[in-house]
């Protein structure tokens, strides 16, 4: 079942790979004809017209993940592995833990990395060069991945039932230039708090997890998959201590910046929680540069749906990266190596 259909469904009742902190600095451009940073126009997508779906020489490619116990980066990692195995090692494949969406974009147009995960509402920002991005960014997408969900927990003593209850409270907002910032900002702006109205912890997941159990922070944002191994850790090990918050109120002045923010359900079962926790979901894409050469990129598209049981066995939300829905990335346009890949794999217009 698609990301629409099951959201729909919910809401009637969701061998090792070297994992580098920083790109390697010889790597192969794989073919773009450019790496600097912004412009303000994307290059004419015909110049990335594949002329087949092969790797033909040696090359090394890196991925921006997100931070070491978020799902980027262990979806990242299995990615990178089944690109080199796919391609018989032709390409060689790293996972980079970075700060994840914002930066990873950042750092995708800069040319540190070559494939970059990332929240959807923050991809949007970047063809459009609107909130953080000054000027359009030349990227394009893959594929169109699963749903990230919002995920918003407060410590039980800390009097937090809402996001407007976080007035004056210590909240960490995720990492600095991660997709979670972008979306933590924009809900507590949906609920009338402004940056000097709650205690801005800007902080990755794992640290943030050790603030909630000392009690140093009083509540969290964190936009990912399920589960996330970070918040698995904070709930079985404070499970009478910390408690989810019900975001869906801040929906309608989300969908105002973007309508690609819908609502959604955190089941139960996925933290074994005493029952199903309302929230706002958002989905993933692929990135790549909109120059990439065609190719690669369809190799990389086919990779994805090809190996996606490589992907589900490192973390369940691959299960819903849905070949029918590959095609949904508006406004970041498809790259024309991916639309080739989806056309051989048979995907849905």
Not at 12 to 25: C, E, F, H, P, Y
Not at 219 to 225: E, K, R
């Amino acid at each position: 079942m698609g990301y629409h259909g099951r959201a729909a469904a919910i809401r009637k009742k969701s061998t090792t790979t070297t994992l580098r902190a920083g790109a390697v600095l010889g790597v192969i451009m794989l073919g773009l004809t450019g790496c600097g940073g912004q412009r303000g126009e994307s290059n004419d997508a015909a110049s990335a017209e594949p002329t087949g779906c092969e790797i033909t020489s040696d090359a090394r490619l890196s991925i921006a993940t997100g931070n070491t116990t978020g799902v980027y980066y262990t979806l990242g990692g299995a990615l990178a592995e089944a690109i080199s195995q796919q391609t018989d090692g032709k390409l060689k494949a790293t996972a980079a833990e970075t700060s994840a969406s914002l930066q990873n974009i950042q750092q995708l147009v800069a040319g540190t990395h070559q494939v970059a995960f990332s929240l959807a509402d923050t991809a949007a920002d970047a063809v459009n060069g609107t909130a953080s991005f000054s000027e359009k960014q030349p990227i394009a997408a893959l594929a169109r991945l699963y749903p990230n969900y919002t995920q918003v927990i407060a410590r039980t003593d800390a009097g937090i039932n809402s996001v407007a209850d976080m007035r004056g409270k210590r909240v960490s907002t995720g990492a600095p230039n991660s997709g979670t910032e972008v979306i933590a900002n924009r809900m507590l702006e949906a609920a009338g708090l402004g940056p000097g109205d709650v205690q801005t912890q800007r902080t990755e997941l794992g640290k943030t997890v050790e603030g909630m159990k000392d009690g140093s922070i009083d509540a969290l944002f964190w936009s990912g998959g399920l589960p996330t191994s970070g918040i698995t850790d904070l709930i079985v090990s404070r499970r009478d201590q910390v408690k989810f918050i019900d975001v869906t109120d801040t929906l309608d002045k989300l969908k105002e910046i973007n309508p690609i923010y819908e609502a959604g359900v955190i089941p139960a079962s996925t933290y074994q929680t005493p029952a199903d926790v309302s929230t706002v979901v958002v989905p993933n894409v692929l990135l790549v540069k909109d120059d990439m050469d065609g190719n690669t990129a369809c190799v990389l598209t086919k990779t994805l749906f090809e190996r996606k049981d490589d992907l589900v066995k490192a973390n369940k939300a691959a299960e819903d990266i849905e070949l029918q829905d590959a095609r949904e990335t508006s406004p970041v346009p498809l790259h024309p190596g991916a639309a080739k890949a989806l056309d051989e794999l048979g995907a849905a217009n």
